[in-house]
């Protein structure tokens, strides 16, 4: 039985593992070109932001030194539990990437305004302020339900962390720049669940 509980782990890692190596390589292809930047966060501010996300990476796809895999599972979830957690990481990857293409050449890894920047409202934008990282977080609590480890939980905590202080600071940057544009949004639509602020 263990060793058909390890085939079905081994699986369900390589699926959202090819699911992620795909949705990066579509950012990597579409950040290509793109407008010219005006304002961008400070290196030190991106730096801290990559740090997070890989060590919650780090806690959610590999185990822990010194331990077997499977050593802090937290209950036995099954085949139910991987195949929600795989539908959940294509579901989030896949909204995450609808988001980044309606965001077109306005889209950038770090907190940037782009020459002419506009803020979008089309899209999965009518639904939250910030899809992309709806997307992601949605991706990575799939995993972390696939995994069911502590250190999986973990990982999605720091990830949750990661972009929520991302958020804060990118909120800021855009009610300098849209002003009353921005408070219109905000009032209108929620930040990263609909209908919850």
């Not at 802090?72 to 929600?84: N, R």
């Not at 990857?93 to 988001?99: D, E, R």
């Not at 939980?153 to 002003?179: C, D, N, Q, S, T």
């Amino acid at each position: 039985m263990q060793g058909l509980d390890a085939l079905r782990d081994g699986h369900v890692s390589l699926a959202e593992g090819v699911l992620w190596v795909v949705c990066i390589n579509y950012w990597w292809y579409a950040a290509r070109g793109g407008s010219g930047d005006v304002q961008v966060e400070p290196a030190r501010e991106r730096a801290i932001h990559l740090g997070l996300l890989v060590a919650a990476f780090m806690l959610l796809f590999a185990p822990l030194p010194g331990s077997a895999p499977n050593d802090q599972v937290l209950s036995p979830g099954g085949t139910a539990a991987g195949l929600a957690g795989i539908v959940l990481t294509a579901l989030g990857l896949g909204f995450s990437i609808w988001a980044r293409r309606h965001l077109a050449d306005y889209w950038s890894g770090r907190i940037t305004l782009k020459a002419g920047h506009r803020l979008v409202r089309s899209g999965p934008y009518a639904w939250v302020r910030h899809p992309i990282y709806t997307g992601f977080l949605l991706a990575i609590v799939g995993r972390a339900i696939s995994v069911n480890t502590v250190a999986g939980w973990l990982g999605a905590v720091i990830a949750a962390g990661a972009y929520l202080r991302k958020i804060r600071r990118e909120e800021r940057v855009l009610m300098a720049h849209f002003g009353d544009e921005y408070t219109q949004y905000r009032a209108e639509v929620k930040a990263l669940v609909p209908g919850i602020r």
